[in-house]
């Protein structure tokens, strides 16, 4: 079974996206997300010390720290960013739909651009925070330094898409 470091709820209340968006089409890009960042900075043994905490209900102390406080912000802001990619399309039966409503009119595509950018930057601004805070404190998680052969390493890298002079 595989846990989920936010609900939809969260991601509704805490985002842009609004509360009206259909669950199924969220849930997705949720676990994308957090497949391929959260995981990435946590490493494999963190990552599968979380699930199992959140599944068997015994997620507390230190590691609640830890969700709640850091990977929470990241991974709703990660699957924003992941979402808007699609969330103007539609695979059905006939093809490949871009919905359009009667009563908006849809962004350009560097508007788009621009708020996929600048959502994307507030992604990596808590994930920094998440990186900073692992430099000080990762005596409190063990799993976050015990990785093995096979499993993905934590990446203590926070310079995503920019350079840093």
């Not at 359009?100 to 708020?115: A, D, P, V």
């Not at 404190?137 to 093995?148: A, D, G, K, M, R």
Request: hydrophobic share 35%.
């Amino acid at each position: 079974m595989k846990a989920l470091f936010i609900t939809l709820d969260e991601l509704k209340r805490k985002s842009i996206i609004d509360g009206n968006v259909d669950t199924d089409k969220l849930i997705q890009f949720v676990e994308v997300a957090q497949d391929t960042y959260i995981q990435t900075q946590l490493g494999t043994a963190l990552y599968d010390k979380l699930q199992s905490d959140i599944v068997n209900s015994t997620l507390a102390g230190n590691y609640s720290t830890l969700v709640n406080t850091y990977l929470k912000p990241m991974l709703i802001w990660f699957s924003q960013s992941e979402y808007m990619k699609y969330a103007a399309f539609q695979i059905s039966n006939g093809g490949v739909f871009k919905h359009r409503s009667e009563n908006s009119e849809t962004i350009s595509l560097e508007e788009m651009r621009m708020m996929l950018a600048k959502v994307t930057e507030t992604a990596e601004f808590y994930t920094r925070r998440f990186v900073d805070y692992m430099d000080y404190n990762s005596t409190l998680y063990p799993e976050y330094v015990s990785s093995t052969n096979g499993d993905m390493y934590p990446d203590k890298d926070v310079n995503f898409n920019s350079w840093v002079l």
